[in-house]
């Protein structure tokens, strides 16, 4: 059972997210915050697996919570949530700590699907962001993109994959999607993470848009 905190700023947003989610299968809803203080007060006791943390919450900056959770609570998984879809915010988010991002304006549905992807212990990037990204890339990258890619020495294949990856998608999933097998989905990751130097999916993921290989 998932132990989820929720966060937000507005004490009217909580609950309307405590009701939206009170029907999602396997989900326990341990407490809700609308401040970064409150927050704090509420981990210390309500024994939660999961918060969803709304990036705007008053009191303690959310960029500075962020660390600080990580460090304090090392299994404590954290969704960010906010209103902007800029990518260097997104990519802050992820390097300060947090395992998904998710806008606010997403659907119920795939709110809990984001949950429990990131309960999980897979990332997670909402939809709207991730075809965002995918459709810069299928417009053709810019310059920088396309010489960072070189520069790693990744395929084209490989930048799909990892595009996918960046949505995501396991490796299942992407196999379907780009008609190939799982092994060689499998296969495509390992060679992405040794070029690029990097151990885990999270760090790809902010790899990726740092240092352009998925468009700003």
């Given at each position: 059972?998932?132990?989820?905190l929720l966060t ?5 947003t909580?609950e309307?997210?405590r009701v ?7 989900l ?7 401040g ?16 969803l943390?709304d ?9 500075a919570?962020?660390?600080?959770l990580?460090e304090?609570?090392p299994?404590?998984?954290l969704l960010?949530?906010?209103e ?8 802050r ?10 806008l ?22 909402c ?13 053709g ?5 396309e010489a960072?890619r ?6 084209k ?6 595009s ?6 396991t ?9 190939t ?5 499998e296969?495509?990751?390992?060679n ?8 885990n ?10 240092q352009?290989?998925?468009p700003?």
């Open positions: 059972m998932i132990r989820l937000d700023g507005h004490a009217s909580c309307a997210l939206t989610l009170s029907a999602a299968a396997g326990a809803i341990v407490g809700e915050a609308t970064g203080d409150e927050l704090l007060e509420k981990l210390a006791s309500a024994g939660a697996t999961l918060v943390l990036l705007g919450l008053p009191g303690p900056d959310a960029f919570l962020l660390p600080a990580r304090q609570y299994q404590l998984r960010a949530t906010a902007l879809s800029n990518e260097q915010y997104i990519a988010a992820f390097d300060l700590g947090a395992h998904g991002y998710i606010k304006s997403a659907s119920a549905t795939e709110l809990a699907h984001g949950l429990r992807t990131v309960a999980a212990g897979r990332p997670f990037l939809t709207e962001i991730g075809l965002a990204l995918l459709g810069r890339l299928h417009m990258p810019p310059a920088t993109s960072a070189a520069a790693l020495g990744l395929s294949r490989e930048m799909e994959v990892l996918l990856v960046a949505e995501g998608f490796n299942a999933e992407i196999a379907g999607k780009l008609f097998s799982k092994r060689t989905v296969t495509h990751r390992q992405i993470m040794e070029k690029t130097q990097t151990r999916t999270a760090a790809l993921i902010k790899l990726a848009v740092r352009g290989l998925l700003e």
